[in-house]
């Protein structure tokens, strides 16, 4: 089975115009949630999150109320049934969204200035040596993040998994107690590192973007 990619990215606040066209397929519980987040991009991160979900499900031919049956796990991660499963993530101004069979974690980052000495507490000491030799350890860094936390939202247990437990230097797998999770490195979008985790290798990967239809076209730039 493929994996199903759905995005969306943004460039000015529409959140409000978005709850007002989709006002009928989101519930009440997602439209309080809303007002929960301080600032604009998290509103809209979140609103276009659930869209995504809402998309990916019909087209796994799930009724459109679907996200009122929406669930979450002890560790808070949504889910619907055992038919599909699904992860979200989102940066910058992109969202996605990535649809399974079996358990999937989906992370992306987007590249920025850190100081790497921040985290040598989760890289393992084989990880920390790719990135002292690496030609780009600031993309290199994204790169391993961004398998390490695909890894940890595809178990779905949350920060109850470390970080520095997940091993990313090896490409391809990665080893998780008595797990195997096959992890692909996505290079949709420039300046951004995105990974997607998965317990069986999936035989392609589909991908998409979704531009939402807005009733009035208010909203303030993206900054």
């Given at each position: 089975?493929?994996?199903?990619?759905l995005?969306?990215?943004?460039?000015?606040?529409?959140?409000?115009?978005?709850?007002?066209?989709?006002?009928?397929?989101?519930?009440?519980?997602?439209?309080?949630q809303?007002?929960?987040?301080?600032?604009?991009?998290?509103?809209?991160?979140?609103?276009?999150?659930?869209?995504?979900?809402?998309?990916?499900?019909?087209?796994?031919?799930?009724?459109?109320?679907?996200?009122?049956?929406?669930?979450l796990?002890?560790?808070?991660?949504?889910?619907?049934?055992?038919s599909?499963?699904?992860?979200?993530?989102?940066?910058?101004?992109?969202?996605?969204?990535?649809?399974?069979?079996?358990?999937?974690?989906?992370?992306?980052?987007?590249?920025?200035?850190?100081?790497?000495?921040?985290?040598?507490?989760?890289?393992?000491?084989?990880?920390?040596?790719?990135?002292?030799?690496?030609?780009?350890?600031?993309?290199d860094f994204?790169?391993?993040?961004?398998?390490?936390?695909s890894?940890?939202?595809?178990?779905?247990?949350?920060?109850?998994?470390?970080?520095?437990?997940?091993?990313?230097?090896?490409?391809?797998?990665?080893?998780?107690?008595?797990?195997?999770?096959?992890?692909?490195?996505?290079?949709?979008?420039?300046?951004?590192?995105?990974?997607?985790?998965?317990?069986?290798?999936?035989?392609?990967?589909?991908?998409?973007k979704?531009?939402?239809?807005?009733?009035?076209?208010?909203?303030?730039?993206?900054?």
């Amino acid at each position: 089975m493929s994996v199903l990619v759905l995005y969306t990215d943004y460039s000015y606040c529409m959140y409000e115009s978005l709850l007002e066209t989709y006002t009928n397929f989101l519930t009440q519980k997602i439209k309080d949630q809303v007002s929960t987040y301080r600032r604009w991009q998290d509103r809209q991160a979140f609103v276009l999150g659930k869209l995504l979900i809402w998309e990916g499900l019909k087209y796994h031919r799930y009724e459109e109320d679907c996200l009122s049956k929406l669930q979450l796990n002890h560790y808070g991660k949504a889910y619907i049934d055992s038919s599909v499963f699904f992860n979200l993530s989102h940066s910058g101004q992109y969202v996605i969204c990535a649809f399974y069979k079996e358990e999937i974690g989906i992370d992306i980052e987007k590249i920025e200035q850190v100081d790497l000495d921040d985290f040598k507490t989760i890289f393992s000491e084989q990880e920390m040596n790719q990135l002292r030799v690496s030609l780009d350890p600031l993309t290199d860094f994204f790169r391993l993040w961004t398998v390490k936390e695909s890894v940890i939202k595809a178990e779905g247990k949350g920060l109850s998994l470390p970080l520095q437990l997940i091993n990313a230097s090896k490409f391809g797998t990665v080893r998780v107690e008595k797990k195997t999770w096959y992890v692909k490195e996505i290079n949709l979008f420039q300046n951004y590192c995105c990974a997607i985790a998965t317990l069986s290798e999936p035989s392609s990967f589909f991908f998409e973007k979704v531009n939402f239809e807005i009733i009035n076209e208010r909203g303030r730039p993206f900054t």
